[in-house]
C-alpha cells in the first residue's frame, strides 16, 4: 500500500524559509511524478511544484516560481520542497501526492486529480 508522509510545516515570518519533507513507501514505481500541492481554508487545492522521478525534470505554480525548489532524494524515496522568501498567502496545508502515470512526463500541469496516495498534510504559517 502506498503511503505518503509530510513533515516540516511550522509559523515562520514572513520573508523566511521552511523546508518541507515527503517520505514515500509501499510502492515499486519507478516512473512517477511527485507533486507538493496546497489548500487554504475557503479555497481549491492549488499545484506548487513537481518533480519526475527518472530524471532533473521540475515545474512550479506560477505564485512560487523563484521561491520554492523541489528536489528528491529517490535513495530516501524522499522529495523535499525548499520554501523561501515566504509569504503570508503562502498559509495553507501542504501536501504531497504521487502521480503513478508519470504525465509529468508530458505535461507539466499541476493537476491534483492526476496525483493519488495523499499524505495527512504538514501546515505552514506564515506571518506578516
Known amino acids: 500500500q502506498v503511503r505518503l508522509e509530510e513533515s516540516g510545516g511550522g509559523s515562520v515570518e514572513s520573508g523566511g524559509s521552511l523546508r518541507l519533507s515527503c517520505v514515500a513507501s509501499g510502492y515499486t514505481y519507478t516512473r512517477y511524478c511527485m507533486g507538493w500541492f496546497r489548500q487554504a481554508p475557503g479555497k481549491e487545492r492549488e499545484g506548487v511544484a513537481g518533480?519526475?522521478?527518472?530524471?532533473?525534470?521540475?515545474y512550479y505554480g506560477d505564485s512560487v516560481k523563484g521561491r520554492f525548489t523541489i528536489s528528491q532524494d529517490n535513495a530516501k524515496r524522499t522529495v523535499y520542497l525548499e520554501m523561501n522568501t515566504l509569504k503570508p498567502e503562502d498559509t495553507a496545508i501542504y501536501y504531497c501526492?504521487?502521480?503513478?502515470?508519470?504525465?509529468?512526463?508530458?505535461?507539466?500541469?499541476?493537476?491534483?486529480?492526476?496525483?493519488?496516495?495523499w499524505g495527512q498534510g504538514t501546515q505552514v504559517t506564515v506571518s506578516s
Open positions: 501526492g504521487i502521480d503513478t502515470a508519470a504525465r509529468c512526463q508530458y505535461n507539466t500541469s499541476l493537476i491534483s486529480s492526476w496525483y493519488f496516495h
Open positions: 518533480i519526475f522521478s527518472g530524471g532533473r525534470r521540475t
